[in-house]
Each structure stands twice: as C-alpha cells, then as structure tokens.
C-alpha cells in the first residue's frame, strides 16, 4: 500500500515507529509536513501538492496531527479523504475529538461515565457553577490545553471563586469540574484501536502534582484495566468516531470516568511501559481496513 503520515517532523518518535512498521510490512510509505502541504480546493479532480509537485494518490492517510495545527491539520486530511484516501482517524472525528467540552457532550449523551462537569459564560453564577460540580477542590480546565498545561486545581471555595474570576478576565473557554482526589494524581491511558484496548497504562504525577502528563514529570507503568474500564474506554473512541485513540480515564469513586480522548496518542510512552509493537497494530488495522470508500464522510460535515 501507499501510505502517508501528516506529521510536523519526521524524527519524532511516533512517526518514525510508524514508518519503520509499515516499511517492515512491505509497505511504501512517505511522511508529509501537514504544513508544507497545499490544496487545490476548486475544480473537479481535488489534489495536494507538495514542495511544488502534484502528490499521487495514497491509498491511507496516519494523520499526526498536533492541537497548535487543528485547523490546517483537518483541512489538509479533508482534501485526502475527498480524493478517496483512508484516514486512520477522520477528519471530522479530530476536530470532534479536539473540543473538550463537546467531547464530553456527546460521551454523556452516550451515558459514558464523566467526573461531574460544568460549564458557563455569565459571570452571575459562579457560585452556583462550583455547587455544579460539587464544590471545592475542583479543576479548571482550558477547552484546547494540552499537556496539563491548561488545567488548574482549585482547593478551597474560595480559590475557586478567585480562579473563575481570573480565568473569565482572560476571555478563554473553559470548563470547571470536579476534582477527582481519590485517583491520588494517577490517571489511565488505554490505546483503543478498533474496537479494542491494545495497551494500557497508568501514569503517575510526580511528588507535590496532580497533573500525571508525561510532559510534566508523571512516570508510566504497564496497568491491567478492569472489563468496565476496557468497555467505558472502546465505547468513547466509538462515539467519537476515532479508530485509533488515547482514551484517559480516572478512577473515581463512581467507577471510571473519561476525562479525554486523544486523536493523535503518542507512542513512546505506551511502546516503553507495556513493551507492545503498538505502530505494528496500527499498520495492521490499516491494511484490514483501508479499502476504497471505507470512510464514512469523506470530508463531508
Ligand atoms: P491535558 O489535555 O492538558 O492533558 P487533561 O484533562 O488530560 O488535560 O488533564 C491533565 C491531567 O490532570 C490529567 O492527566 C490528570 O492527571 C489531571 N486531571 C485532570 N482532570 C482531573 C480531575 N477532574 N480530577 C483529577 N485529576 C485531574
Ligand atoms: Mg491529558
């Protein structure tokens, strides 16, 4: 097959994991700058060029998509879905999947365990925004942060109070939720491909922190997920419409809770705490499913 990675660098681990399984299992497959790439949008034939030539067709796309590049990222996706190539995610389900707060409408729509959530733009009812999600501790989270960078802990009302205030000053999206304490700043990553968890993994936050990112100091280690968990997980990227995700969840006292799902789920960390070919599953998923016209949008909607 022809396959191509959307990804800003080619040294990254991820994408090199990818290219090195595909390249193992007889594949072609060529890594494009999703910035670097360009559309011709109006007329019959779309296509996409790069570094001044027309692209053939692929017959699968891995899009690596990073948060700082959403936008650019779907469109380019988009114009590869129209011109019939495979995503392994498609487009509509990153940008679905990249909106905190309207992932987690459609995850509780689909009865899918959340810590309690809220969210407001009037600055009349904080108070009653905090009793929401049960009073303080509580989190704050920005809409589009990544890498825990956007998400603070509130620990008594009054911070709370404080911290609501400030952030509406800033003019941001963001929403307020219950501080799950019990999962003592340790969360869960499981990697869903298809319909199954292929690998699981919980992350630790380091001493004096409760945001348990790798980016931020958290350490990882191989986790054996209970069946709810594995089931609270695949039903969360289906709803989403993701075929490969990085689903994070919480052990709450009320069972598992999502907290996010991650379109484009680093491998390193996963590859080295359970000691899983993860790329290799991906490259396999791809060749059981990336046949003409699989995709359900081809870039509509
Ligand atoms: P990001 O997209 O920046 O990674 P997350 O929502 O995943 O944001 O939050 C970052 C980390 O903060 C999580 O991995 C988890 O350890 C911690 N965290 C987030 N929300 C909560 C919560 N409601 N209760 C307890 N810990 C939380
Ligand atoms: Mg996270």
């Known amino acids: 097959m022809r396959i191509a990675i959307l990804s800003r ?7 090199r994991r990818l290219v090195e399984a595909a390249e193992k299992r007889g594949h072609e497959i060529k890594v494009l700058d999703t910035l670097k790439c360009y559309m011709d949008i109006a007329c019959m034939r779309p296509s996409v060029h790069y570094k001044g030539v027309k692209l053939d067709p692929f017959d699968a796309v891995i899009p690596r ?31 679905r999947s990249r909106d905190k707060l309207r992932s987690l409408q459609i995850l509780a729509r689909a009865g899918i365990g959340l810590p309690l959530t809220g969210f407001a733009n009037s600055p009349d009812n904080t108070q009653d925004l905090i009793k929401l999600v049960g009073g303080a501790p509580l989190v704050v989270k920005l809409l589009e942060g ?66 348990s990112n790798l980016h931020r100091g958290g350490s990882a280690s191989i986790v054996k997920l209970t069946p709810e968990e594995r089931s609270t997980a695949v039903r969360a990227a289906r709803r989403l419409g993701l075929n490969v995700s990085g689903v994070d969840l919480l052990r709450s006292n009320h069972g598992p809770v999502v907290m996010e799902v991650n379109s484009s789920p680093g491998l390193e960390g996963i590859e080295k705490a359970t000691d899983k070919n993860v790329a290799d599953l991906i490259i396999q998923f791809i060749e059981q499913n990336a046949k003409p016209n699989r995709t359900r949008t081809r870039g509509k909607g």
């Open 65 to 95: 998509i990073g948060a700082s590049v959403t936008f650019y990222g779907a469109a380019v996706l988009r114009q590869f879905e129209m011109m019939g190539a495979y995503p392994l995610n498609e487009s509509v389900a990153i940008t």
């Open 146 to 211: 990544t890498q825990g960078k956007g998400v603070v802990l509130a620990e008594t009302p009054k911070a709370a109070e404080s911290l609501i205030e400030a952030f509406r000053e800033l003019d941001v999206n963001f929403l307020v939720q219950e501080f799950i304490k019990e999962a003592g700043g340790s969360d869960i990553r499981a990697l869903v491909i298809g319909d199954k968890v292929v690998a699981a993994m919980k992350r630790q936050a380091k001493d004096g922190e409760f945001r």
């Open 9 to 15: 660098n080619t040294k990254l681990y991820s994408t």
